[in-house]
């Protein structure tokens, strides 16, 4: 590792030195930040879960608004909630800026506006422009055509070495153990086309085929696994939103109802606030974290109504079987994996049927917005979990409804926002917060919530430690201030209980999380931050087969450098270096680094860039692993877990053969030092070595 670590500095420093002497005459561009805060968002989520997850429909609307530009001068409230760069407070700002003193005439008059600094303005650049034409388009079928757009995504993935899962086996070996290969080929496929009309129209179809799954035979014999579609059209007239297909719904906080996946806690001490979107199309390949049927939001400024129904089959780990009818009784738990590449998975597939309706009204009176949300899921077998302590309050059972109430309401600076939500079986939960923002240079946040361990729903994705929001009460406080034009400080803390039992801790507990982070931005070409989390929580002792086990405190700190610096206006460069120490009680503590260098390329007008990584990592155990955000395809995102000892590289090309046609290539591979073998069961490699790639095609018509 020494001379990896050696290496490693040399070709940096040689990178470096080479595209500095690059350097062009002319002015540099403002360096794109604001997409750091939301790969840092993203890095928080994939920490909090060892699933695959589609990140598509977090950052859609911001690759689209980085092409589709938003006129600040013809804007609102929901639309610039998209970019999850402005709060409310901000937001409310420049729209009364702008209807007190009219349209804005250059994006200079944000410096103006409270709230707005250098740093969040060069945030908004890439994604919005002033314009003084205003005037609203006149809808016709022509008008449509000619302003519409269409584009057909297709992608090719595949991991080169040979895995357990695909080996060569005998008939016989196989027969005796069905599951121990998958059915399908190794490549992972996945296509998409969607139309589009400004954010009014939006109608495609997504399919997917992940590797080891059948591709147009035996039980695939349509060709694709999964295929979502969906129409949605978007304020014509009193329709606000309607929705025919696949869709997602999202209110409030998240605490009642919230389909998909919503940013949660994070380094951005500001944003623990929600902002439901309500219905939108679903354009994703989750397979589950959607609705399937019809959905409808109708009203005008000052209240809307909608309603929703969504009836589809999910996966099930089922128990019990009728002999006569082979219908479905009961089930342990919903598999959420996507995955039916073996037969035990097959058997699970739809194998119970999903039906959600309900109904959520929200009205504005001057600045205070009030909803409530009403929803009911109906199962078509009995959810019966197998019995431990921790989760005998998680719902079990055919049917759930959830009932909630949420509010926001500006008052000068101050954003007051909550919600209250209950269960069908009487389980409670609430949130209250505050956003404060004192003066240009100092903001504060604060949240209280409080969540019975009682509470059940399925549908839910509100601001909070666990995964699943119930036992949980904690109080969040956080602020950013920014003493000079370039340097701001984030920090919060977070001191959170759990009343019940959770997994792998056998008594109620607690955990205390707490972050510092220090940004710089020296120029217009270069940023860097330094950030320090510790998070204190306890942790069952061993694994034994016991009742109770002994419950030990544990203490996890992250040390982390990241810095980006724009050579010039085709060349950035990108470093982080990262520590992990985890400990529990008086062990020796278990620990992990990881250090990287990205060089991006994109020059002006040319049909060709590119973004190259390549990383050191040595964590000693998977409790010290690391995240890290990776560039990626166009609409495919990236965030591994590094642990073991070993190195990364990948290299991700684009090049645009002409206006209506790109080409993007990835190579990825990774390297272990002190591994013969990789992962295990199906996915077990023999070797030191994993290798992916992927090829993109995206044709725009």
């Known amino acids: 590792m020494k001379k990896q670590l050696k290496y490693f500095f040399k070709i940096s420093y040689f990178l470096t030195l080479l595209f500095a002497f690059n350097v062009s005459a002319q002015e540099v561009d403002t360096i794109e930040t604001g997409n750091e805060d939301v790969f840092q968002k993203v890095e928080s989520i994939a920490e909090q879960t060892d699933a695959e997850l589609d990140y598509t429909e977090l950052l859609e609307d911001m690759d689209y608004y980085r092409n589709h530009p938003i006129n ?3 804007t609102d409230e929901a639309e610039l909630k998209k970019l999850f760069i402005l709060n409310d407070i901000q937001i409310n700002n420049l729209l009364e800026h702008i209807a007190a003193n009219g349209k804005l005439i250059s994006l200079y008059e944000l410096q103006g506006i409270s709230g707005f600094d250098i740093a969040t303005i060069n945030k908004l650049l890439p994604y919005v422009y002033v314009s003084g034409d205003v005037n609203n388009r006149h809808f016709s079928f022509k008008e449509m055509l000619d302003n519409s757009s269409s584009q057909f995504i297709i992608r090719y993935q595949k991991v080169l070495e040979e895995q357990q899962g695909f080996s060569a086996i005998t008939d016989s070996a196989l027969s005796e153990s069905p599951n121990s290969r998958y059915v399908g080929s190794p490549e992972k496929i996945f296509a998409k086309y969607r139309f589009t009309y400004y954010n009014n129209i939006s109608f ?20 694709f696994d999964f295929y979502s579609a969906h129409f949605f059209i978007r304020d014509f007239g009193f329709i606000k939103a309607l929705a025919v297909g696949d869709y997602q719904v999202q209110y409030g906080q998240g605490l009642t109802l919230w389909s998909g996946l919503g940013f949660g806690k994070s380094s951005d001490a500001m944003g623990i606030k929600k902002n439901g979107q309500g219905i939108k199309p679903y354009t994703s390949s989750d397979e589950n974290r959607f609705m399937r049927g019809i959905a409808t939001t109708i009203g005008n400024k000052n209240i809307e109504l909608s309603l929703f129904l969504s009836n589809k089959k999910i996966d099930g780990n089922i128990t019990e079987n009728d002999t006569s009818t082979d219908e479905v009784i009961s089930f342990s738990s919903l598999q959420e994996t996507g995955l039916h590449s073996t037969p035990n998975e097959l058997a699970n597939k739809d194998a119970i049927n999903e039906l959600i309706y309900g109904a959520h009204i929200s009205g504005k009176i001057k600045k205070i917005n009030i909803g409530a949300t009403a929803f009911k899921s109906k199962y078509s077998a009995m959810l019966q979990r197998e019995f431990q302590l921790y989760d005998q309050f998680e719902f079990s059972g055919n049917e759930n409804s959830n009932i909630g109430i949420d509010y926001s309401y500006i008052f000068r600076n101050m954003n007051l926002f909550g919600e209250l939500s209950r269960s069908e079986n009487g389980g409670k939960a609430f949130m209250n917060g505050c956003l404060l923002s004192l003066d240009k240079k100092i903001s504060l946040s604060f949240l209280y919530r409080n969540y019975e361990k009682e509470y059940q729903s399925l549908y839910s994705s509100a601001f909070a430690e666990n995964s699943n929001l119930a036992n949980e009460k904690g109080i969040f406080s956080g602020f950013i201030f920014k003493p000079v034009h370039a340097v701001s400080i984030t920090a919060y803390i977070d001191n959170v209980s759990f009343s019940w039992l959770k997994y792998r801790i056998d008594e109620p507990s607690k955990a205390l999380d707490y972050l510092f982070q220090l940004n710089w931005a020296p120029s217009k070409k ?4 330094f950030l320090y989390r510790q998070k204190n929580k306890n942790l069952n002792s061993s694994g034994e087969d016991v009742l109770f086990d002994n419950v030990e ?8 450098f990241n810095a980006v610096y724009k050579v010039n206006s085709k060349v950035t460069l990108k470093n982080r270096v990262e520590f992990l120490s985890y400990k529990v009680s008086d062990e020796a503590p278990q620990q992990g680094y990881i250090i990287y260098q990205d060089i991006n390329f994109k020059k002006m007008k040319s049909p060709f860039s590119f973004s190259v990584r390549y990383a050191l990592f040595d964590c000693d155990t998977y409790d010290s692993r690391i995240y890290a955000f990776e560039n990626d395809v166009l609409y495919s995102y990236s965030v591994p877990a590094f642990y073991n000892k070993g190195a990364r590289f990948y290299i991700t090309t684009h090049y645009s053969v002409c206006r209506n046609f790109d080409i993007w290539l990835r190579f990825a591979q990774t390297y272990y030092d002190n591994k013969t073998l990789i992962s295990s069961g199906l996915t077990q490699i023999a070797g030191n070595k994993k290798s992916e790639i992927k090829v993109q095609l995206r044709i725009k018509f």
Request: aromatic residues 12%; positive net charge.
């Open 204 to 223: 495609g179809i997504t399919a997917e085929k992940d590797a080891g799954e059948e591709f147009f035979k035996g039980s695939q014999k349509n060709g």
């Open 526 to 529: 270069t940023e860097m931050y």
């Open 553 to 560: 405190p544990t203490l996890k700190q992250n040390y982390r």
């Open 72 to 74: 600040l001068n013809k």
